[in-house]
Structure formats: C-alpha cells, structure tokens
C-alpha cells in the first residue's frame, strides 16, 4: 500500500482529506485520510474512476486549495498556497487565448522577475523541444489541439518547476497524438539525468498511457488510495514490452479496479509487482 511519510520524499500527505460542501448542503468527501510518499524524480501517475478525487488531490498539492485534515508537504515545506517548485497542466485547457504562443510559456518566468533574455532563450528552448519553434510568434486559436497540449507541455517544463502537476493533460487528444507527446513528454523528463530529473503526477483515465509513462501508478476510489504498483519496466516501452507478464498483470489490475474486469487478474498480480508492499 501507498508508503507513509518518509525523509527522502519530495511530496508527503499524512492522513490528508478533503471535503466540499456542495450548494446543495450535502457534504462529499472527495479525498478521505490519504497518506502516501512520493519519491524525486519518480513519474507517478494517478488512476481511478470519474470523481474519485485525482484532480482534488492534484490542486492540493498545487496549493490551489486547502486540506480539511491532514498535513501535504512538498520539498520539506508544509503546502499553504501555490509555489515555483510546482507548476501544474489543467484538465481543461491551460494556455492563455490572449498571449501569443512564447509569451504563454515565458509568463511564469516573468510572474518570477526572470529577465527578459533569459526567459525568451528558456522559452525558445523549450519550444524547440517540443517541434513548436514554428509558431512561437503564433496565437493559440491559431493552433491544433495537439499543437496546444504541446505548448503547455513547454510552459511547464519551462517554468522550471521541480515538481509537475499533469491532470489528464492528453484526455482529449487522438491516439497518434497522444503517443506523439507521450515520447515528447518522457524526452524532456529523461534527458534532466536521474539526479535532475523533475517528479510528476500524472492523472489519467486511460491504463495505457499509465502503463507507458509511469515508474509507479497510484490507484484512487472514493478518495482513497486503494493500490501502488510498480512499474519497473524498462524505457523506452515499446509494444513488445508492454506485452511482458508484469505489465499484463498490472493492465488486468488496473482494469479490474476501473469495473472493467474482474478482479481474478489482480489476486493473480506476481510478487513484487506492487510498489512497497
Ligand atoms: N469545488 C467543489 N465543490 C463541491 N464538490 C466538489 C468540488 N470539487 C470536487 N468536488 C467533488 O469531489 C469529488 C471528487 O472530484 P474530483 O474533481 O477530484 O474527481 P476526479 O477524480 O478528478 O474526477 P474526473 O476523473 O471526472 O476528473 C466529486 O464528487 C466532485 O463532485
Ligand atoms: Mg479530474
């Protein structure tokens, strides 16, 4: 089960819970007594039904809203409010209509006092990585979906935050693109070194892309964490890969905590399989 709190992690939530009061008077718990430990540079990815808590627990850390109970710690600082050492990607879109394309992904330098030249080379820079130095100077509306994700993907990288906060970034993208930034994402989490190497929380409905992206998949229900697996296969993950025993085990886990099979995969899942038993 999720590893509790411990001294090397860079995120902590200790008994973290969260409930809203709805406008109707009822009360949801939308995270309930979560504790779990994220270790630097690890690429989690965050799995679970419709309304189980992912983007809950994803704005917490964010600092975007408070916990009811519980304490969130991320780089050895209690979460009280957004921070530099975290930048986040929405579910829905996250790039500014009313900037052009460069100034969306230098604009959180520049909230930080980032002078002028160094943030336009970083934004360049992370333009280029992500096949968009074409459209720097272009709007958005100017773009493609993909085109989009894309340059959010840039802004993110570019902010030069430790700490990556992904919340079903790629959801409504088709396959090929999906997969396209799948391998641009993955490039610039790899090419830090394992020392550098940014920590990221992705969510995501689809057991695929978990499959492919992630070191370890964290599974939500009803706001709880209900399994940790890891995922120790080796990068990149190609399709013959993805067809080893472990990860057809962990699909059929997945599958089976999503209601989509049943769980005779999962009670069959091998030893070890799981992240910190
Ligand atoms: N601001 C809010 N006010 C009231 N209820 C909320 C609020 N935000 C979330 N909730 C409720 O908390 C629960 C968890 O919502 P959350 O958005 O975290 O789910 P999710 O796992 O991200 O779902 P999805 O996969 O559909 O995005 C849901 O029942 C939702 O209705
Ligand atoms: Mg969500």
């Known amino acids: 089960m999720a590893r509790a709190a411990g001294g090397r992690d860079v995120i902590v939530a200790s008994k973290l819970s969260r409930t809203f009061r709805r406008a109707d008077k009822q009360t949801v718990t939308a995270l309930d007594d979560v504790t779990f430990g994220i270790d630097p540079g690890q690429f989690v990815c965050l799995v679970g039904p419709s309304g189980c808590g ?40 996250s790039v500014f209509p009313w900037l052009r394309v460069i100034d969306n992904v230098e604009y959180g330098l520049k909230c930080r006092g980032v002078g002028r030249a160094e943030r336009r080379r970083s934004a360049e820079f992370y333009l280029e990585r992500v096949g968009l130095s074409h459209v720097a100077r272009a709007w958005p509306r100017e773009l493609s979906g993909g085109m989009l994700k894309r340059v959010a993907v840039a802004t993110v990288f570019a902010n030069g935050a430790n700490v990556l906060l992904l919340d079903e970034p790629f959801g409504a993208v088709d396959y090929v693109t999906k997969r396209n930034l799948h391998d641009v994402l993955l490039a610039l989490w790899t090419e830090a070194g394992s020392d550098e190497r940014r920590t990221v929380v992705f969510v995501t409905h689809d057991v695929d892309e978990a499959l492919i992206l992630a070191d370890r998949i964290l599974v939500m229900h009803s706001g709880r964490i209900v399994d940790d697996l890891a995922v120790t296969a080796p990068r990149p993950r190609t399709t013959d890969g993805l067809m080893e025993p472990t990860m057809v085990r962990h699909k059929h886990v997945l599958l089976a905590h999503l209601g989509l099979e049943d769980a005779k995969g999962a009670a069959e899942a091998p030893a070890g399989a799981r992240a910190d038993p």
Do not use: H, N, W, Y
């Open 54 to 93: 992912k983007s809950t627990l994803l704005k917490l850390i964010a600092g975007l809203m408070l916990p009811s109970a519980g304490t969130l710690e991320v780089e050895g600082e209690s979460v009280t409010q957004p921070g530099p050492e975290r930048g986040m990607v929405f579910q829905q879109d």
